[in-house]
T-cell receptor, first 113, second 115 residues
Framework: KAGVTQTPRYLIKTRGQQVTLSCSPI?????VSWYQQTPGQGLQFLFE???????NKGNFPGRFSGRQFSNSRSEMNVSTLELGDSALYLC????????????FGNGTRLTVT | DQQVKQNSPSLSVQEGRISILNCDYT??????FLWYKKYPAEGPTFLIS???IKDKNEDGRFTVFLNKSAKHLSLHIVPSQPGDSAVYFC??????????????WGLGTSLAVNP
């Protein structure tokens, strides 16, 4: 069974630009969650999508948005990039029912210069 | 304000000995806890979980203990192996949230198992 796939693995952008990250979940998983990981803040929850609907949202500004398609693939978009957005962005999929563990991809390393 | 705290940023253990990783939480609504392991350049991998109706869950070399009154859980790895060297994250959520579960994560403990 293929794992969670995130593309691209690495990305370098300039302040003010926008970026779109992609996540393909494990087959059969309907929930996709996005996390931001930085050294000082650990894993911070961005949002979760389930059956194309945002089901949960963290405390990030509106510059961070996402969507999920009918095949459960998800994209995350960050507009007007800031230096502080440099981080590892992790996507995780799950069955989406209570207690089902998250399965993570290897992340996209975003560097904003 | 960290609701899930892993107070030891790093831990070093000899191969074959026991590794004990600790996690404290502040929110009494948390009743489902998970441990994840993360290698560099990879995403976290699920290890083991425990719900508040139990005080112990075991899976091979990994055992998680939960002390609800102290709001404390620990992960024991016995015996420790060099391949266990990784960052370990503790995560918690209110299971009674049903499908609307949002995990709160600790900052991680870096474990080094020395041959």
């Amino acid at each position: 069974k293929a794992g969670v796939t995130q593309t691209p693995r690495y990305l370098i952008k300039t302040r003010g630009q926008q970026v779109t990250l992609s996540c393909s979940p494990i087959s059969g998983h309907r929930s996709v969650s996005w996390y931001q990981q930085t050294p000082g803040q650990g894993l911070q929850f961005l949002f979760e999508y389930f059956s194309e609907t945002q089901r949960n949202k963290g405390n990030f500004p509106g510059r961070f948005s996402g969507r999920q398609f009918s095949n459960s693939r998800s994209e995350m978009n960050v507009s007007t990039l800031e230096l502080g957005d440099s981080a590892l962005y992790l996507c995780a999929s799950s069955l989406g029912i209570g207690g089902s563990p998250l399965h993570f991809g290897n992340g996209t390393r975003l560097t904003v210069t | 304000d960290q609701q899930v705290k892993q107070n030891s940023p790093s831990l070093s253990v000899q191969e074959g000995r026991i590794s004990i990783l600790n996690c404290d939480y502040t929110n009494s609504m948390f009743d489902y806890f998970l441990w994840y392991k993360k290698y560099p350049a990879e995403g976290p991998t699920f290890l083991i979980s425990i719900s508040s109706i139990k005080d112990k869950n075991e899976d091979g070399r990994f055992t998680v203990f939960l002390n609800k009154s102290a709001k404390h859980l620990s992960l024991h790895i016995v015996p420790s192996q060099p391949g266990d060297s990784a960052v370990y994250f503790c995560a918690a959520s209110p299971l009674n949230a049903g499908n609307n579960r949002k995990l709160i994560w600790g900052l991680g403990t870096s474990l080094a198992v020395n041959p």
